[in-house]
């Protein structure tokens, strides 16, 4: 397939069952994710709240950690190997999996339902490269940015309607197991289909040496990112991206609850959570509109204005109005500031994300696509670890406040600003 063929379009046959097929994947791991964690916390009653947050973890860890692990050997497998047939083989151990999900569900076979996970993390995981390195082979360089924001705005998509369909079940005080095993079945079964229809391409390197050693595999998967400066710097710059959203994603309740007193509002919150995700999805589909040239400029100011915005919320608050309900939005001026900063916010991280995905892309040597993006995958998850692992020291043991701790956050993004000006310098 002749990348230059290839424009961005839903009726284009080469662009729809690729996007289809990533898409219906995102949406299963959340939905699977989220599953497993309500139906935990709701058929399980009597524990703790500390069982409930234990359970949790666990289950977020088992979903990280394979990235850790296996993203050098995802890298190079998708490199090796044909990627329309290397998806469909991935989309079949989806649908296994998504099988066994629905019957540890059904059961209630709670410790059972952690294999599922381990095991469609282990495939998201091997899925993860061929995602952003597929695009550069089916699109030319001038529409690659844009599918890039497609790509990205659906992922976020998946993720909203994933967490709507949670809140759903939060409402209604019941789980619907069945229901959430057949669309779990159904979709990965959907996802297959759409891979069938993926154009095939040539192995970037078919004579590529697997390595199943996981120590030596990472070491030349980031001794191969580390050789070009460019693209280390490139994979910094989006690893603090990671670092910087789930710092804000992890504080975002308890930012909301502090900022409107709103007595731990769902409502509210799943309101504001909405307004974030839909921010970052625009904000990946204007990239397009930007100019390449003004690359470095966009990728300062998307981070530069994340501090400010933050920096508003915090000092712009009053700390004395009371939401209780979402009409408050109509009535409560700073609830207006809050979404709209909210919105924006996101709209920044869109923006910052696909530019740096589209640079990275367009950096990597033709036949290593895959291994620099497993690299950065990596990387991403490493800096995702930090940043959990930097909120729990800071509000827990250390007991500083939300607000503070935005703050600190805030100040710290900037320096990330003269970082990423400067790397654009050199």
Not at 19 to 48: C, E, K, M, P
Not at 160 to 189: D, G, Q, R, W
Not at 307 to 333: K, P, Q, W, Y
Request: hydrophobic share 50%; glycine share 2%.
């Amino acid at each position: 397939m002749d990348a230059n063929d290839c424009n961005i379009s839903f009726k284009n046959k080469t662009f729809l069952p690729f996007f289809l097929t990533q898409f219906l994947g995102a949406f299963n791991d959340n939905i699977l994710r989220n599953a497993v964690i309500f139906i935990y916390i709701f058929t399980n009653t009597n524990t703790s709240t500390n069982s409930h947050i234990l359970y949790t973890n666990i289950v977020l860890f088992l979903f990280v950690f394979p990235t850790l692990v296996l993203s050098p050997l995802a890298g190079k497998l998708s490199d090796k190997y044909e990627k329309s047939k290397y998806i469909q083989s991935l989309k079949i151990f989806e649908v296994l999996i998504m099988i066994l999900a629905s019957i540890s569900i059904i059961c209630h076979f709670y410790y059972i339902s952690l294999i599922p996970i381990i095991l469609i993390s282990i495939q998201y995981t091997l899925f993860g490269p061929v995602k952003y390195s597929l695009p550069t082979a089916l699109f030319k360089q001038k529409t690659l940015k844009e599918a890039n924001g497609l790509i990205n705005a659906s992922t976020q998509f998946a993720i909203l309607v994933a967490s709507m369909l949670a809140s759903f079940i939060i409402a209604a005080k019941f789980i619907p197991e069945y229901f959430i095993s057949c669309i779990l079945i159904l979709t990965s079964i959907l996802g297959y289909i759409s891979s069938k229809y993926i154009p095939t391409n040539s192995p970037n390197d078919k004579n590529l040496t697997l390595d199943l050693n996981v120590y030596s595999s990472i070491k030349q998967n980031l001794n191969l990112i580390y050789k070009n400066k460019r693209i280390f710097y490139i994979i910094i710059c989006l690893s603090w991206f990671w670092f910087l959203s789930v710092s804000f994603i992890n504080i975002l309740p308890m930012l909301v609850d502090t900022l409107l007193n709103t007595d731990n509002n769902g409502k509210i919150f799943s309101f504001i959570y909405i307004l974030l995700i839909i921010g970052i999805s625009i904000g990946s589909l204007t990239c397009k509109f930007f100019n390449n040239d003004n690359s470095k400029l966009i990728c300062a100011l998307s981070l530069l204005f994340i501090s400010l915005i933050s920096l508003f919320l915090v000092f712009h608050n009053s700390n004395t109005s009371e939401v209780r309900n979402l009409s408050a939005v109509f009535f409560n001026g700073y609830f207006q500031h809050l979404s709209i900063s909210i919105f924006f916010l996101g709209f920044c991280f869109g923006v910052y994300f696909v530019q740096l995905m589209y640079q990275l892309e367009i950096s990597s040597p033709s036949k290593k696509v895959s291994q620099v993006i497993a690299g950065n995958n990596f990387l991403n998850a490493i800096f995702m670890i930090l940043s959990a692992m930097c909120s729990s020291v800071i509000l827990s043991l250390l007991q500083i406040s939300i607000i503070n701790y935005l703050v600190i956050i805030s100040f710290i993004n900037i320096l990330a600003v003269i970082y990423l000006i400067k790397f654009y310098s050199d």
